[in-house]
């Protein structure tokens, strides 16, 4: 049972590269979220997607988008990155409200 | 704005050493509150879901327990396994607004890192 499987699991970019962070859950939970963790700041929704076919916005999505490829597969894009995209990354999912989420291992990520 | 408080920010506890971290809560509405366990490099782990003041929720070393503003995690008689950041978060009713609908959001507090030494 794997779970929220992300990749990669470190990944190091230049100012102004792109990316694609990567997560697959196997539990057919309809509801997926993309954090970023960063000390002293606690855990900060960049996006989510409700259920397959919907994204919305979190608390800091400039700088990112995101597809819901499928039930299972949710990605986070970085377009240009920026140093202050440097952070670790975690993917989430859910059955829905009430549930408790199911967290990936997480990407670190250090844009130089 | 619907805000997460956990505190301490840290705490050292001797093995055997019983304590309670804190969790005070503001929102519109709970639907859910949660507790998580992180260890260094990893995701966090699902703990327990409250979901009415006066509910309590047991795992092992560790006792849940809500009121209509804050939760406390209890840890009894602590090993050094137990050392962890222990995060706290809160899912609301649906807000809808112009930033969007919060339906199924949590939202987390800092977290409260527990060290227990031999």
């Known amino acids: 049972n794997a779970g929220v499987t992300q990749t990669p699991k470190f990944q190091v970019l230049k100012t102004g590269q792109s990316m694609t962070l990567q997560c697959a859950q196997d539990m057919n939970h309809n509801s997926m979220y993309w954090y970023r963790q960063d000390p002293g700041m606690g855990l900060r929704l960049i996006y989510y997607s409700a259920s397959e076919g919907t994204t919305d916005k979190g608390e800091v999505p400039n700088g990112y988008n995101v597809s819901r490829l499928n039930k299972r597969e949710f990605s986070l894009r970085l377009e240009s990155a920026a140093p202050s995209q440097t952070s670790v990354y975690f993917c989430?999912?859910?059955?829905?409200?009430?549930?408790?989420?199911?967290f990936g291992s997480g990407t670190r990520l250090t844009v130089v | 704005e619907d805000q997460v408080t956990q505190s301490p920010e840290a705490l050292r506890l001797q093995e055997g050493e019983s304590s309670s971290l804190n969790c005070s809560y503001t929102v519109s509405g709970l639907r859910g509150l949660f507790w998580y366990r992180q260890d260094p490099g990893k995701g966090p782990e699902f703990l327990f879901t409250?979901?009415?003041a006066g509910e309590e929720k047991e795992k092992e070393r560790l006792k849940a327990t809500l009121t209509k503003k804050e939760s406390f995690l209890h840890i009894t008689a602590p090993k050094p396994e137990d050392s962890a950041t222990y995060l706290c978060a809160v899912q609301a009713a649906r807000v809808e607004s112009s930033r969007g609908s919060t339906l199924g959001r949590l939202y987390f507090g800092r977290g409260t890192q527990l060290t227990v030494w031999p």
């Open positions: 989430a999912s859910t059955h829905g409200t009430g549930y408790g989420y199911t």
């Open positions: 409250l979901y009415s």
